[in-house]
């Protein structure tokens, strides 16, 4: 645990992300599933308060949140869901979302576990609970509208994430 700046700067990109996708989805698909609507309104609202936290822990360090990296796992995640091409596109936005709240939780808790620094990691372990709640919110949606074949997506996705997980470098982020 080095690039604790560089970490929390990743971090906050990371949590604008969650919030922008979240309202990008209330637009692309409200309309045709009006109960997306409020829960991911709150859930943007909530990032966004993620990301403000992030932000004061990077006051702290006279640290700035930096550009935004580009996101390798993210990126390749949602080229792996285009190419398999069989899911309708709200399932797999939902999907993809739900696997990186899942990716999340499990590195907030290894950061839990190894950040020094006994504030941040109260810190990591209540966004780790967060994150497991927003799996599921995300995981359950899916469920609700695609039934059975949101369930076979999911381990159809989680196979290719495995696979992304594997190739990718270890960097201090959130996701890799
Ligand atoms: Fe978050
Ligand atoms: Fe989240």
Same mark, same amino acid.
């Given at each position: 645990?080095?690039?604790?700046?560089?970490?929390?700067?990743?971090?906050?990109? #990371?949590?604008?992300? $969650?919030?922008?996708?979240?309202?990008?989805?209330?637009?692309?698909?409200?309309?045709?599933?009006?109960?997306?609507?409020?829960?991911?309104?709150? /859930?943007?609202? %909530?990032?966004?308060?993620?990301? +403000?936290?992030? #932000?004061?822990?990077?006051?702290?360090?006279?640290?700035?949140?930096?550009?935004? $990296?580009?996101?390798?796992? &993210?990126?390749? /995640?949602?080229?792996?869901?285009?190419?398999?091409?069989?899911?309708?596109?709200?399932?797999?936005?939902?999907?993809?979302?739900?696997?990186?709240?899942?990716?999340?939780? %499990?590195?907030?808790?290894?950061?839990?576990?190894? &950040?020094?620094?006994?504030?941040? $990691?109260?810190?990591?372990?209540?966004?780790?609970?967060?994150?497991?709640?927003?799996?599921?919110?995300?995981?359950?949606?899916?469920?609700?509208?695609?039934?059975?074949?949101?369930?076979?997506?999911?381990? +159809?996705?989680?196979?290719?994430?495995?696979?992304?997980?594997?190739?990718?470098?270890?960097?201090?982020? &959130?996701?890799?």
């Amino acid at each position: 645990m080095t690039d604790v700046p560089g970490l929390l700067a990743d971090h906050a990109h #990371c949590e604008l992300k $969650a919030a922008q996708s979240a309202l990008s989805m209330v637009g692309r698909f409200g309309d045709e599933a009006p109960d997306l609507v409020e829960p991911l309104s709150k /859930l943007a609202r %909530e990032e966004t308060a993620h990301f +403000r936290q992030v #932000c004061e822990h990077l006051e702290a360090r006279s640290a700035g949140i930096g550009r935004p $990296a580009k996101d390798d796992y &993210v990126g390749a /995640l949602r080229k792996a869901a285009r190419q398999d091409g069989e899911a309708p596109a709200m399932l797999d936005r939902l999907l993809v979302s739900a696997l990186i709240e899942a990716r999340s939780c %499990e590195r907030f808790q290894v950061l839990a576990e190894g &950040v020094p620094d006994a504030e941040l $990691a109260d810190f990591y372990r209540g966004l780790m609970a967060a994150e497991a709640r927003h799996f599921s919110l995300f995981r359950g949606l899916a469920e609700k509208h695609f039934g059975a074949e949101a369930r076979r997506r999911l381990d +159809r996705l989680a196979e290719r994430e495995a696979e992304i997980a594997h190739m990718l470098p270890l960097g201090p982020t &959130v996701h890799g």
